[in-house]
C-alpha cells in the first residue's frame, strides 16, 4: 500500500512538474490577443511616436509587456493590468471605441486623459467596460466629454477612482449609481448648477473640485462619510475652515490657492468638528496671520501634517505659544513663507516633528548653537528630514547639529555658510546630504565616517575634494556624488591605486581640476554609471570607449574642456543606452567614425565641436532615429550635409555646424524632412547657392537661423517673414543682394537681426519695428532712403549698426525712445542736419559713432546724461550680449551648447576693431570725425569719464582744449586733429595715463607741448604737427627765451641798420607775393583730409585757406601799410582774394575775428603785430605743401 501511495504521489508530481512547464511556456510575453489588441489601439495614440516600442511580427521586442506604457501583472499569467495613453493625442478631436478595451479582462488602471477625445462611437461607450471586473481607476480629464458619458460610466461596478476633471460637463452630477462603488472623484472644471445640492447627494470618500466653485461658503455639506476633500483653487472667504467643520470623518483637506486674504475666521473653540483631521493643506491662501492659524490648529489632536507653504506671515509668529499644542506633529511644510531665523528657536516644542521644510523663507543671519537652549532646533531627536535651502543663513554650523541624530536627508544648499562641516560627523544616519552653493572650505574627512549616505551634493563650495575619492572607498552605499567646482586636486598617495571601492556609483560630477592629468583609477572599477562629468579637468589621453563598454547603463557622459587627444573610439558592441555624449573643447583628431550611428543608435546629444576632426560628416548618423541636438561646429570637416541625415534625423531640432569647411548646396529639398528644427547654424562655411526654400518647412519651431560667413547668393526669401517663431537670424558676410523683403515686418518675436556686408539695397521696409528687436546690424550694404519709420516701435533695441551705406536725411526723433539703446553706428553714410539732443535722453548709451557723415552744428552739451558718464550706475550695469546655452548634469538638457555674443565694429586708436562678448560691455567711446561740426568742444565731454576713445578730427571745431579734458582717466584713444582749435594744450592732459593714442595736429595751438613723461613720452612729432605757434619736444622747434633788447648804434651802424631795413621789406614783400598766388589757388581747392569727402575743383575754399583767410581778414588798416610799406598795392589785392570764398562760407566768416594793431611803425611794432597773426609763415608753408600735393609745382 505505502509502494502504490509513493508511486502516484510519483506521478502526480510528474503531472505538476509538467503544468507548471507548461505554464512557463504560456507565461513567456504577454497573450497573443492583448497584443494584438494593443496594435489595434496604437493607431489612435501615437501622434509623438511614443507608441513605436509597440512593434507586429517576430522581432526582438515582440513581448508587449516590456512595450512602452503597458504594464503587466507579475504572476504567470502575464496579463496587461495598466495602460497609460494620456498626452498622447492633441492633434483634434476625435471619436473613441471604448469596446477596443474589452480584450484586456486584468486591466486595473486605463489612463486617456489629455487625448482629444470628444466621446465615444455611437453603441461603443464606456459601457461595454462592464465586463472588466477589475478596473478600479479610469483618468479621463483634460479631454471634450459632455454628460452623455455620465450613464455609461455608472455601469462600471468595480470602478472606485474617476478622474472627470476639465471636460465640458455641467449641470447636474448624475452618478447615483455609481455612489456606493466610487470612493474618489474629480469633478475639476465641472460646471455645476447646484454645488450645495449635487455635492451632498454623493456619499463619495474622496472628492477632489479644483478652480471651479465661486460662492462664499459651504454650508450646508453632510458629507458625513468624506474623508478627502480637495478645493483648491476656488474662491472662499476667510469661514471656509468653520464652513466644513461639520465633516467629522474628514482626514484629508486641501485648500491650496484658494486665495484667503489676512486671516482665517475660526470660531471661539477652534475647528473641533474636524477632530480626525490628520492632513492640512493652506499653500498660497495669502494667510498674514499665522500665530491665530496655528493656536488654532492646536485643537486637532490627530493633525500629523501641516503644508503652510507660500503665504505672508507678518509679524514674529512661531512663538512657544504657537507650537505649545502641536505635539503630534510631524510633517511641517513652510517653503516660500517670509520667517525670522528665530522660528528655529522654538521649533524644538515640536516634539513629534519628524519631517520640517524652511526652503527659501529668507532666513537671514547666523544659527545660534542651540544645544543649550530648551525647544531649539537641535532639540528635534526624531527629525529625519531637516531643509534649510535657498535662504541666507551665514556663519558656520552650530556644533548642536551633532544632536540631530535621526536626521537622514539634510539640505542646506544655496545659503552663505562658510566654515568646515565638522558638527557633520556624528550624523551617521544620513543618507542624503545636500551642502551645494555655499562657501564651505576644508577636507572632506568629517565625512569618512558616515557609510549610510547614498547622494552627496557639494558643488560650488572651496572643499578640498582629491579625484581618486579615496575617503569614500567604504561608502557601499554611495550612489551620487556631485562635486564640481571645488578644489579638486590629484592625490598624490599611491594607496588608492590597489584599493578597490566599495561603492558603484549611479551619478558622478568632478570638475575643475588644475592638475589631474589621468582619468581616477576608481572608475575602471565601476559598472553602474549612468551620468559622469568629468569636464575642466585637464585629462589627457584618448576616448575612454572602456567606460562605455564597462556600463551598459550610462546613458550621460561629459567631457569638456580637457586635453584628451587621439581618434573618437567607440565602444566594443553597439550602446544601446547613451543618449548624452559631448566631448567639446578637446584635441580630437581624424575622422568621426563611419559607423558611430551603429554603435551609438540611441544618442539623442552630441557634441564633438571644438577640436580637430576632419574628414566628411559620417552618414551613419542619420540612422540616429532618436538624435535631437548636433553639434560639429569648430572642427574641419569637408564635404557637404550628408541627405541621409537630413532625411531620416525627423526628430533634430539642433543642428550646429559652424565654422567647419563644408561647401556645395544646404539642403536637397528631396531629401529634407527636419521639420522640427528650431535652430539651425550653417555659419563659416563655403555654402553656395540659394537659401533653400525647403527651410521654410521648418517655420512652425525655427527659432535661431545662422547662415553668415558664407558664399549664399541671391535675394533673401520672402518666406522668412512667415516664420512666426524666428529670433535670431544671422547671414551677414555672404552674396546676398535685392531688397529686404516687407514681410519681414512680421516677425514679431526676432530679437537679433544681422544682414551686415552683403550687396542689400533699396529703403528699410516701411514701418519694419519689431517690438522685441534688441540687435540690428545692417552695415557694409548699399541700402539707402531716410530712416523715418523704421524701429519706430523697437524700445527693446541694444544695438543700431547702419554704417557703410548710403542713408541720408535726419536722425528721426524716435531715437530718443530707444531707452536701451546702448551701441549706435551710424557711420559712413549721408546723413545731416544736427547730432540731436535726443541722444542724452538715452542713459545707456555707451558707444556713438555718427563720423563720415554731413552732420553740422555744434556737439550737443548733454552726452554726459548717458553712460558714458559715470555716475550712472544704471548705464554701466553690464548688458547679456553673452548668452551660453549648454549641458548641467544635474539639470540635463538635450540642446546642445550655443555661444551667442553681441558683436560691434568700432574705429579706435587709427583702426578698426571688432568687440565682442564681455570685452563690447567695457568698451566706450565718441566717433564724430569727418562732420562739419563747428562751435567750441564743450567742456561737459570732460565729464565722460568711462570713455574709451573720443575722435572730433576733421571738424571746424573752434576755441580750446577744455581744461576738463583731465577727468578722462579711462581713455585710450584722443584724436582733435584737423580743427580750428586754438590756445594752449592744458598741462593736466600728462595724468591720462591709459592714453595710447593722441593727435592735435593741424590746429592753431600755441604754446609748449605737454612734458614727454608717461604716456606723453611715446607720442610723435605727428601728434602735434601743423599747429607753428607750438613748441617743445617732440617737435624741432624749441621753446627759447626772447631776443635781448639791440645796443645803442653809432651811425655808420645806423646805416648798416637801414640797409638791413630794406633787406626786410623786400623779403617781406616777395614772401606775400607768394601768399596771394598761393591764396589764389587754394581758393579753388578742397583739401579736406578725410579721403571719402576729397572734392576737388569744387570752388569751396579748403581748410588751409579758411585758416590764411582768416589771418589776412585780422589785419586792421592800420597795420596794412606797416606790413607792406614798398607797395601798398598789395593790401586791396590780398583783402580781395580773401573776400570772395569769406563772403560764400559761413565756416569762413565764423572763423574770422577783428582784431585792432597800434599804428606804430617801427621794426619792433610791426614784428609785435605780425605775431598777433595766425602764423602767417606756416600757412605760406602749407600752402605750398598742398601746391606740391596736387602737382602744380614740380
Not at 512593434?55 to 507579475?74: A, F, M, Y
Not at 551677414?732 to 535685392?738: A, I, T, V
Not at 569751396?1100 to 583767410?1109: D, F, S, T, Y
Request: include cysteine.
Amino acid at each position: 500500500m505505502a509502494s502504490f501511495i509513493h508511486s502516484w504521489m510519483l506521478v502526480w508530481l510528474a503531472v505538476l512538474i509538467f503544468i507548471v512547464s507548461l505554464e512557463s511556456r504560456w507565461s513567456e510575453g504577454c497573450l497573443e490577443q492583448e497584443r494584438f489588441a494593443l496594435l489595434q489601439l496604437k493607431p489612435f495614440f501615437n501622434t509623438f511616436h511614443e507608441l513605436d516600442s509597440w512593434v507586429e511580427g517576430d522581432h526582438n521586442n515582440s513581448d508587449c509587456c516590456q512595450w512602452d506604457r503597458v504594464e503587466c501583472n507579475n504572476d504567470t499569467t502575464s496579463r496587461v493590468i495598466l495602460l497609460d495613453l494620456s498626452y498622447s493625442r492633441i492633434s483634434g478631436e476625435w471619436y473613441l471605441n471604448a469596446s477596443l478595451f474589452s480584450p484586456f479582462q486584468q486591466l486595473h488602471t486605463l489612463d486617456l486623459s489629455y487625448s482629444g477625445i470628444a466621446g465615444c462611437v455611437e453603441n461603443e461607450g464606456f459601457d461595454k467596460l462592464s465586463t472588466l471586473s477589475n478596473l478600479e481607476a479610469l483618468y479621463i480629464s483634460e479631454n471634450s466629454f459632455n454628460n452623455s458619458i455620465l450613464s455609461s460610466l455608472s455601469t462600471l461596478s468595480s470602478l472606485k477612482n474617476l478622474s472627470l476633471s476639465y471636460n465640458k460637463l455641467k449641470g447636474i452630477v448624475d452618478l447615483q449609481e455609481a455612489r456606493d462603488h466610487i470612493l474618489f472623484i474629480n469633478l475639476s472644471s465641472f460646471f455645476l448648477e447646484n454645488v450645495e445640492n449635487d455635492i451632498s447627494s454623493l456619499i463619495f470618500k474622496i472628492i477632489e473640485i479644483v478652480y471651479e466653485i465661486t460662492y462664499s461658503h459651504v454650508t450646508g455639506w453632510r458629507l458625513s462619510n468624506l474623508e478627502y476633500l480637495g478645493l483648491s483653487g476656488n474662491i472662499f472667504n476667510n469661514n471656509i475652515l468653520s464652513s466644513i467643520s461639520a465633516l467629522s470623518s474628514l482626514k484629508t483637506l486641501y485648500l491650496r490657492d484658494v486665495g484667503l486674504e489676512g486671516s482665517v475666521d475660526l470660531p471661539d473653540n477652534g475647528i473641533v468638528g474636524l477632530k480626525n483631521l490628520q492632513f492640512l493643506s493652506l499653500r498660497n491662501v495669502s494667510i498674514h496671520d499665522g500665530s491665530t492659524l496655528l493656536q488654532s490648529l492646536g485643537s486637532l489632536p490627530y493633525l500629523k501634517r501641516l503644508d503652510l507653504r507660500f503665504n505672508n506671515f507678518s509679524g514674529n509668529i512661531m512663538s512657544t505659544r504657537d507650537f505649545s499644542n502641536l505635539k503630534n506633529l510631524k510633517h511641517l511644510i513652510m517653503d516660500g513663507t517670509n520667517l525670522n531665523i528665530s522660528v528655529l528657536q522654538n521649533i524644538g516644542l515640536l516634539t513629534s516633528l519628524e519631517f520640517l521644510s524652511l526652503q527659501s523663507c529668507n532666513l537671514e543671519d547666523t544659527l545660534p548653537d542651540q544645544g543649550y537652549i530648551s525647544g531649539g532646533l537641535c532639540e528635534l531627536k526624531h527629525l529625519q528630514h531637516l531643509d534649510l535651502s535657498y535662504n541666507d543663513i551665514r556663519g558656520s554650523l552650530p556644533w548642536c547639529f551633532g544632536n540631530l541624530t535621526s536626521i537622514q536627508e539634510l539640505y542646506l544648499s544655496s545659503n552663505q555658510f562658510s566654515g568646515n562641516i565638522s558638527p557633520l560627523r556624528a550624523l551617521t544616519s544620513i543618507q542624503q546630504l545636500h551642502l551645494y552653493s555655499n562657501q564651505f572650505s576644508g577636507n572632506i574627512s568629517p565625512l569618512t565616517a558616515l557609510t549610510s549616505i547614498q547622494r552627496l551634493s557639494l558643488w560650488d563650495n572651496h572643499f578640498q575634494i582629491p579625484i581618486s575619492l579615496e575617503p569614500f572607498f567604504n561608502h557601499s552605499k554611495l550612489k551620487t556624488f556631485y562635486g564640481e567646482n571645488n578644489q579638486i586636486y590629484a592625490d598624490t598617495a599611491e594607496s588608492h591605486f590597489s584599493i578597490t571601492p566599495k561603492f558603484q556609483l549611479n551619478e558622478l560630477t568632478l570638475s575643475g581640476c588644475r592638475d589631474c592629468v589621468t582619468f581616477p583609477k576608481f572608475l575602471y572599477h565601476q559598472h553602474d554609471l549612468e551620468q559622469v562629468d568629468l569636464s575642466h579637468n585637464n585629462l589627457t589621453g584618448e576616448f575612454p570607449n572602456w567606460l562605455l563598454d564597462n556600463n551598459t547603463n550610462l546613458y550621460q557622459l561629459v567631457l569638456v574642456n580637457n586635453s584628451l587627444t587621439g581618434p573618437l573610439h567607440l565602444p566594443t558592441h553597439s550602446h544601446q543606452n547613451l543618449w548624452l555624449l559631448d566631448i567639446s573643447k578637446n584635441f580630437f583628431r581624424g575622422n568621426i567614425p563611419i559607423q558611430v550611428g551603429a554603435y551609438l543608435p540611441m544618442l539623442s546629444t552630441l557634441n564633438i565641436s571644438i577640436n580637430d576632426f576632419d574628414g566628411r560628416i559620417p552618414s551613419s548618423i542619420g540612422d540616429m532615429n532618436s538624435l535631437q541636438s548636433l553639434d560639429l561646429s569648430y572642427n574641419k570637416l569637408s564635404g557637404g550635409i550628408p541627405e541621409h541625415l537630413a532625411k531620416s534625423c525627423i526628430n533634430l531640432r539642433y543642428l550646429v555646424l559652424s565654422n567647419n569647411s563644408l561647401e556645395g548646396q544646404i539642403f536637397s529639398a528631396a531629401n529634407f524632412n527636419l521639420t522640427n528644427l528650431v535652430r539651425l547654424q550653417l555659419d563659416g562655411n563655403r555654402f553656395i547657392g540659394k537659401i533653400p526654400e525647403c527651410l521654410s518647412n521648418s517655420s512652425s519651431y525655427l527659432t535661431v537661423l545662422h547662415l553668415g560667413d558664407n558664399l549664399l547668393s541671391g535675394r533673401i526669401p520672402s518666406w522668412l517673414g512667415n516664420m512666426s517663431e524666428l529670433v535670431d537670424l544671422k547671414m551677414p558676410n555672404n552674396h546676398l543682394e535685392g531688397p529686404i523683403p516687407p514681410e519681414f515686418c512680421q516677425l514679431q518675436n526676432l530679437e537679433v537681426l544681422n544682414l551686415s556686408e552683403n550687396n542689400i539695397f533699396g529703403d528699410l521696409p516701411s514701418r519694419f519695428s519689431p517690438p522685441q528687436i534688441q540687435q540690428v546690424h545692417l552695415s557694409k550694404n548699399k541700402l539707402e532712403g531716410q530712416l523715418k519709420d523704421a524701429f519706430f516701435n523697437s524700445s527693446s533695441l541694444v544695438t543700431l549698426d547702419l554704417g557703410y551705406n548710403r542713408f541720408n536725411g535726419r536722425i528721426p526723433n524716435w531715437i530718443g525712445r530707444l531707452s536701451n539703446l546702448t551701441y549706435l553706428i551710424l557711420s559712413h553714410n549721408n546723413l545731416e542736419g544736427e547730432v540731436p539732443h535726443l541722444l542724452c535722453n538715452l542713459e545707456r548709451l555707451r558707444l556713438i559713432d555718427l563720423s563720415h557723415n554731413n552732420f553740422s552744428g555744434q556737439i550737443p552739451h548733454c552726452l554726459d546724461m548717458t553712460a558714458l558718464h559715470g555716475d550712472f550706475s544704471t548705464a554701466i550695469e553690464p548688458m547679456r550680449n553673452e548668452e551660453i546655452v549648454g549641458f548641467e548634469l544635474k539639470n540635463a538638457s538635450s540642446v546642445a551648447p550655443m555661444r551667442k555674443e553681441e558683436t560691434v565694429e568700432f574705429t579706435t586708436k587709427k583702426a578698426s576693431y571688432s568687440y565682442q562678448g564681455r570685452i563690447l560691455t567695457y568698451m566706450s567711446g565718441v566717433d564724430l570725425s569727418c562732420n562739419k561740426l563747428t562751435g567750441e568742444i564743450p567742456h561737459q565731454i570732460g565729464n565722460l569719464t568711462r570713455i574709451h576713445t573720443l575722435n572730433l578730427s576733421y571738424n571746424h571745431l573752434t576755441g580750446s582744449i577744455p581744461m576738463t579734458f583731465s577727468n578722462l582717466q579711462q581713455i585710450e584713444s584722443l584724436d582733435l586733429s584737423h580743427n580750428n582749435l586754438n590756445g594752449k594744450i592744458p598741462l593736466q592732459i600728462i595724468e591720462l595715463y591709459n592714453l595710447a593714442v593722441f593727435s592735435v595736429a593741424y590746429n592753431n595751438l600755441s604754446g609748449k607741448t605737454p612734458e614727454m613723461i608717461n604716456q606723453f613720452g611715446t607720442f610723435e612729432e605727428s601728434s602735434y604737427q601743423g599747429n607753428p605757434l607750438l613748441c617743445g619736444l617732440p617737435l624741432p622747434k624749441s621753446c627759447g627765451p626772447p631776443p635781448l633788447a639791440p645796443k645803442a648804434v653809432t651811425d655808420i651802424e645806423e646805416d648798416n641798420s637801414f640797409m638791413d631795413r630794406n633787406i626786410f621789406y623786400s623779403s617781406f614783400t616777395a614772401s606775400y607775393i607768394v601768399v596771394v598766388l598761393a591764396i589764389a589757388i587754394v581758393l579753388n581747392i578742397s583739401k579736406y583730409s578725410c579721403s571719402s569727402d576729397v572734392d576737388h575743383g569744387s570752388g569751396q575754399i579748403g581748410q588751409i585757406g579758411l585758416v590764411c583767410c582768416a589771418t589776412i581778414a585780422q589785419v586792421s588798416e592800420d597795420c596794412w601799410p606797416k606790413m607792406f610799406p614798398i607797395n601798398p598795392l598789395f593790401t586791396p589785392l590780398l583783402k580781395t582774394a580773401c573776400a570772395a570764398p569769406s563772403t560764400n562760407s559761413p565756416v569762413a566768416n565764423a572763423a574770422m575775428s577783428k582784431v585792432s594793431f597800434p599804428g606804430t611803425a617801427n621794426v619792433t611794432e610791426i614784428i609785435e603785430c605780425w605775431s598777433t597773426l595766425k602764423d602767417i609763415d606756416g600757412c605760406v608753408s602749407e600752402i605750398y605743401k598742398s601746391i606740391l600735393n596736387i602737382g602744380i609745382i614740380v
